[in-house]
DNA sequence: AGCACGCCGACT
DNA sequence: GTCGGCGTGCTC
């Protein structure tokens, strides 16, 4: 038997599978998607095998046998294999690129090198000895010095030592020592066999006696007993007890939120929605639903009730949501109602978590998973249904390779396993609504709100009128009279800031001057815990000046970031109000998102402050003002979406408010009162804004109308880098039908990173039957000989920014 | 990609 | 003479 094998290089001719035989040892044991080191070249890398076959096109006596197997079941089913086909063609990635995505990243392999020693004796150089401390096996690493690495390689001349690459696998199962202890009988026995004065022992034989014949994790046995851990080895030694590793699942910190109760009744619409994607589960129809349902309709029950019924025709289902260590409230509620079936993969887990989460669906003990984008390649082999929440949001788009949108995944993968896919939104995509028009998709619509209330009352402050009444504030006047109602009446505000527009950055009162990035196009940002400048596209940092480096002034300000500064408004504005600001300096730590929620929602604040991450998913019944302090700062980015992006954060945050019993009420500040996106915000209505964005995209030609690809150039010579953008875009009239747009080469919105100069081209295009078929080429060009002379180049199908 | 091979300049 | 620079070519 040969055995077709990915071999874990990105290289361009790597890309594409080699022939191994498969030694008698191994014969039976290989299957297609398990994981295996091969000899490749001179050294021995990782592989994946994707198929079985009796002949080889190659040269029998040319083929190597597999080397080792690294699993002894497939870790990829037949279905993943496939759809890695798929991915790699379509994202124009490499086919391991497209592999390894699908796996937990601790399941990736490292390479480590090492120093062999093969003769000790011809050791002379005594730095070199010293390094090795007589051990015949260290880390190439060590050897960092040039003095070293010479002697080294004058070794490996010699033959005296040898360097070879060892293939690390980083899948550490969680192991605990667990204890198990002795009948009384014998650990009576013992006891008096131990001398009077080994205090420790006899106290820990007596400990033990208490609880013979159980099991107990070590760790807690010290703690309980009270003695240490030398103690309860020689215990161990001299019979007491017996030690076992056992493998264990890491548990990820829980967190428990007030949950809303399991309605007894749907609405009339959430049930139709229901029946109608139960129909297509029960057909086994691929049908892709949207369910387009205003904010605090229940879009969630309905996910809820599907799930019920696939779960109990003994099939499975993914839930993707955008990023779930942001919506705690919705994995409670997941878990409230499928306990132990559910798995939850999200970025806040550690590696060691997530393959344990990964392990769980792999050995099929969860049916339900609900994560973040990689999630949709949860290797379910009966998948019943597929969900994607918030199905608008950008972060459902990979932005490196293989950059894959979960959405064309889910779909794929429902037409695979003859299952429908439920798309979730209040605010759907341009693209996914229009759909719906076009039939491709099927309109599911929930216009009420679950529990009847009505939509909370939104008011537009126009702030150039605050401005103009000498309002300099961030807080307009009408917004602080509303946030003061609410202390007084102890109910509970949420303000929301846009970060962008208010990023932190340094500039002087005399000059103007802003400090910028050495290294690339772009201000520097000013970070207050540590107080030093930092460029957050390549990672410099400086100290921060005292005096301005154009104009040597002294009047140099720093705006801390939008949500400090927002802070110490609001405490001067209320001194009395208990604040709690949510933003990326206050949860980097793990687990404190939830944290912070938790108290929010136990009442013990007032005023909840932050960014982006909390319009969504918050659900609490205290909360009956919403308050959006700059509604423009998304509104004049320079991206196509920058309208419809603003229209989906305003409706997402205003449905924050009064989702419960008690009334509603949002403000929103803005300086452009009169732009569609926020006037049909207001009104809570998505249609009219649909059909004036899609006039605003038709006239623009931009997506749904057309379709968009964007390819970046980036070079550290400026001329270079247009010298093969004008290439590349030359390639592309050429090949394209003439219907096709190209747009550019233009440098790219920031134009120099990391001290490389970046230009894109964008192409557009309706029906282009030769798309993939020239990227295609255009990538051969760049991964044979341009990327030899230090280009850069990616391609973006359907890029969701456009930088 | 990563590694070996191989072919020419500047050092002990 | 040989050390070491990196151009070239191959990987079942």
């Given at each position: 038997m040969i055995a077709e094998v990915i071999v874990d290089v990105a290289a361009y001719p790597i890309d594409r599978p080699f022939d191994y035989k498969i030694p008698e040892l191994f014969a039976g044991f290989v299957e297609p998607g398990m994981r295996v080191k091969v000899p490749f070249g001179p050294r021995k890398v990782v592989g994946y095998v994707i198929a079985l076959k009796q002949e080889s096109d190659v040269d029998i006596s040319k083929l190597k046998p597999l080397d080792e197997l690294i699993d002894f079941e497939p870790i990829l089913s037949p279905e993943l294999l496939e759809l890695s086909e798929w991915l790699a063609t379509d994202t124009l990635a490499y086919r391991i690129e497209a592999l390894q995505v699908m796996l937990p990243a601790a399941m990736r392999a490292k390479y480590e090198k090492f120093i062999q020693v093969?003769?000790?004796?011809?050791?002379?150089d005594t730095e070199f000895a010293n390094m090795l401390r007589g051990r015949d096996r260290i880390p190439l690493k060590l050897a960092d010095t040039k003095e070293l690495l010479k002697q080294l390689k004058n070794y490996v001349d010699s033959g005296a030592v040898r360097v070879d690459t060892l293939v690390k696998q980083q899948t550490a199962v969680k192991k605990v020592r667990m204890i198990h202890i002795a009948e009384s009988e014998e650990l009576h026995l013992l006891l008096a066999s131990v001398s009077k004065q080994a205090v420790k022992q006899r106290i820990l034989l007596e400990w033990m006696i208490e609880h013979a014949g159980q099991s107990i994790e070590a760790g807690k046995l010290i703690a309980e007993s009270g003695v240490s851990s030398t103690v309860l080895k020689t215990i161990i030694e001299k019979g007491a007890a017996q030690e076992r590793k056992t493998e264990v699942y890491r548990e990820p910190e829980a967190f428990e939120l007030r949950d809303t109760a399991i309605p007894k009744q749907l609405t009339s619409h959430q049930q139709h929605a229901v029946d109608e994607v139960l129909d297509a589960f029960r057909s086994g129809s691929d049908t892709t639903f949207l369910l387009h349902g205003i904010t605090g309709s229940g879009k969630t029950e309905v996910y809820l009730r599907t799930i019920d019924e696939v779960l109990s025709s003994g099939q499975e289902a993914i839930v993707l949501v955008p990023e779930i260590s942001l919506t705690p409230q919705m994995t409670s509620r997941f878990k409230d109602r499928f306990g132990d079936q559910v798995a939850v993969m999200h970025s806040a887990l550690s590696a060691g978590e997530k393959y344990d989460e990964w392990r769980k669906i792999h050995r099929k003990q969860v049916k339900v998973v609900v994560g973040?984008?990689?999630?949709?390649?949860?290797?379910?082999?009966?998948?019943g249904i597929i969900i994607l929440d918030e199905?608008?949001?950008?972060?459902?788009?990979?932005?490196?390779?293989?950059?894959?949108?979960a959405r064309d995944v889910a779909i794929w993968r429902a037409q695979f396993n003859h299952c429908p896919v439920i798309l979730g939104s209040a605010t759907p995509a341009l693209e996914s609504y229009a759909r719906t028009s076009k039939e491709v998709y099927r309109l599911l619509e929930l216009p009420t709100r679950a529990k009847d209330q009505a939509l909370p009352n939104v008011t537009i402050v126009d702030m150039r009128a605050e401005l103009k009444d000498g309002n300099r504030s961030m807080f307009s006047v009408p917004l602080a009279e509303a946030v003061r109602d609410r202390l007084d009446k102890g109910q509970q505000t949420v303000l929301f800031l846009n970060k962008r527009g208010f990023s932190s950055f340094v500039l002087c009162r005399d000059c103007g001057t802003t400090i910028q990035c050495p290294n690339c196009d772009i201000s520097l940002t000013y970070h207050r815990a540590s107080e030093s400048l930092k460029c957050h596209y390549c990672g410099h940092e400086e100290r921060v000046p005292h005096v301005c480096p154009e104009c040597e002034s002294e009047h140099i300000r720093f705006f801390g970031t939008g949500t400090q500064k927002a802070e110490e408004e609001i405490t001067k504005l209320f001194p009395e109000a208990r604040v709690l600001r949510m933003d990326v300096d206050t949860t980097r730590k793990k687990g404190s998102h939830a944290r912070l929620l938790q108290k929010f929602s136990e009442g013990q604040a007032d005023i909840l402050l932050g960014t982006q991450m909390i319009a969504k998913g918050l659900d609490f019944p205290n909360i009956t003002l919403v308050g959006v302090l700059a509604a423009d700062t998304t509104l004049h980015l320079a991206d196509f979406r920058a309208a419809e992006k603003t229209f989906q954060l305003l409706t997402q945050v205003s449905g924050r408010a009064g989702r419960h019993d008690l009334e509603g009420e949002v403000f929103v500040q803005t300086y452009t009162p009169e732009h569609y996106a926020i006037e049909l915000a207001k009104a809570q209505v998505y249609e009219p804004f649909y059909h004036m964005e899609m006039t605003s995209r038709k006239q623009f030609g931009y997506p749904p109308f057309f379709y968009i690809v964007n390819i970046q150039f980036s070079h550290e010579d400026l001329m270079k880098v247009v010298g093969y953008a004008d290439k590349a875009a030359r390639f592309l009239a050429e090949g394209l039908s003439p219907e096709s747009v190209i747009i550019g080469p233009t440098a790219s919105?920031?134009?120099?990173v990391n001290n490389r100069y970046r230009y894109q081209c964008l192409i557009k295009y309706k029906k282009e039957p030769k798309l993939t078929e020239t990227l295609q080429a255009l990538i051969r060009f760049y991964r044979t000989d341009?990327?030899?002379?230090g280009l850069l180049l990616s391609v973006d199908k359907s890029p969701v920014v456009i930088y």
């Amino acid at each position: 038997m040969i055995a077709e094998v990915i071999v874990d290089v990105a290289a361009y001719p790597i890309d594409r599978p080699f022939d191994y035989k498969i030694p008698e040892l191994f014969a039976g044991f290989v299957e297609p998607g398990m994981r295996v080191k091969v000899p490749f070249g001179p050294r021995k890398v990782v592989g994946y095998v994707i198929a079985l076959k009796q002949e080889s096109d190659v040269d029998i006596s040319k083929l190597k046998p597999l080397d080792e197997l690294i699993d002894f079941e497939p870790i990829l089913s037949p279905e993943l294999l496939e759809l890695s086909e798929w991915l790699a063609t379509d994202t124009l990635a490499y086919r391991i690129e497209a592999l390894q995505v699908m796996l937990p990243a601790a399941m990736r392999a490292k390479y480590e090198k090492f120093i062999q020693v093969e003769d000790p004796d011809a050791i002379t150089d005594t730095e070199f000895a010293n390094m090795l401390r007589g051990r015949d096996r260290i880390p190439l690493k060590l050897a960092d010095t040039k003095e070293l690495l010479k002697q080294l390689k004058n070794y490996v001349d010699s033959g005296a030592v040898r360097v070879d690459t060892l293939v690390k696998q980083q899948t550490a199962v969680k192991k605990v020592r667990m204890i198990h202890i002795a009948e009384s009988e014998e650990l009576h026995l013992l006891l008096a066999s131990v001398s009077k004065q080994a205090v420790k022992q006899r106290i820990l034989l007596e400990w033990m006696i208490e609880h013979a014949g159980q099991s107990i994790e070590a760790g807690k046995l010290i703690a309980e007993s009270g003695v240490s851990s030398t103690v309860l080895k020689t215990i161990i030694e001299k019979g007491a007890a017996q030690e076992r590793k056992t493998e264990v699942y890491r548990e990820p910190e829980a967190f428990e939120l007030r949950d809303t109760a399991i309605p007894k009744q749907l609405t009339s619409h959430q049930q139709h929605a229901v029946d109608e994607v139960l129909d297509a589960f029960r057909s086994g129809s691929d049908t892709t639903f949207l369910l387009h349902g205003i904010t605090g309709s229940g879009k969630t029950e309905v996910y809820l009730r599907t799930i019920d019924e696939v779960l109990s025709s003994g099939q499975e289902a993914i839930v993707l949501v955008p990023e779930i260590s942001l919506t705690p409230q919705m994995t409670s509620r997941f878990k409230d109602r499928f306990g132990d079936q559910v798995a939850v993969m999200h970025s806040a887990l550690s590696a060691g978590e997530k393959y344990d989460e990964w392990r769980k669906i792999h050995r099929k003990q969860v049916k339900v998973v609900v994560g973040a984008r990689s999630a949709i390649f949860a290797p379910f082999e009966k998948l019943g249904i597929i969900i994607l929440d918030e199905e608008h949001e950008s972060t459902y788009k990979q932005e490196d390779s293989p950059r894959y949108h979960a959405r064309d995944v889910a779909i794929w993968r429902a037409q695979f396993n003859h299952c429908p896919v439920i798309l979730g939104s209040a605010t759907p995509a341009l693209e996914s609504y229009a759909r719906t028009s076009k039939e491709v998709y099927r309109l599911l619509e929930l216009p009420t709100r679950a529990k009847d209330q009505a939509l909370p009352n939104v008011t537009i402050v126009d702030m150039r009128a605050e401005l103009k009444d000498g309002n300099r504030s961030m807080f307009s006047v009408p917004l602080a009279e509303a946030v003061r109602d609410r202390l007084d009446k102890g109910q509970q505000t949420v303000l929301f800031l846009n970060k962008r527009g208010f990023s932190s950055f340094v500039l002087c009162r005399d000059c103007g001057t802003t400090i910028q990035c050495p290294n690339c196009d772009i201000s520097l940002t000013y970070h207050r815990a540590s107080e030093s400048l930092k460029c957050h596209y390549c990672g410099h940092e400086e100290r921060v000046p005292h005096v301005c480096p154009e104009c040597e002034s002294e009047h140099i300000r720093f705006f801390g970031t939008g949500t400090q500064k927002a802070e110490e408004e609001i405490t001067k504005l209320f001194p009395e109000a208990r604040v709690l600001r949510m933003d990326v300096d206050t949860t980097r730590k793990k687990g404190s998102h939830a944290r912070l929620l938790q108290k929010f929602s136990e009442g013990q604040a007032d005023i909840l402050l932050g960014t982006q991450m909390i319009a969504k998913g918050l659900d609490f019944p205290n909360i009956t003002l919403v308050g959006v302090l700059a509604a423009d700062t998304t509104l004049h980015l320079a991206d196509f979406r920058a309208a419809e992006k603003t229209f989906q954060l305003l409706t997402q945050v205003s449905g924050r408010a009064g989702r419960h019993d008690l009334e509603g009420e949002v403000f929103v500040q803005t300086y452009t009162p009169e732009h569609y996106a926020i006037e049909l915000a207001k009104a809570q209505v998505y249609e009219p804004f649909y059909h004036m964005e899609m006039t605003s995209r038709k006239q623009f030609g931009y997506p749904p109308f057309f379709y968009i690809v964007n390819i970046q150039f980036s070079h550290e010579d400026l001329m270079k880098v247009v010298g093969y953008a004008d290439k590349a875009a030359r390639f592309l009239a050429e090949g394209l039908s003439p219907e096709s747009v190209i747009i550019g080469p233009t440098a790219s919105a920031i134009s120099r990173v990391n001290n490389r100069y970046r230009y894109q081209c964008l192409i557009k295009y309706k029906k282009e039957p030769k798309l993939t078929e020239t990227l295609q080429a255009l990538i051969r060009f760049y991964r044979t000989d341009w990327i030899k002379d230090g280009l850069l180049l990616s391609v973006d199908k359907s890029p969701v920014v456009i930088y």
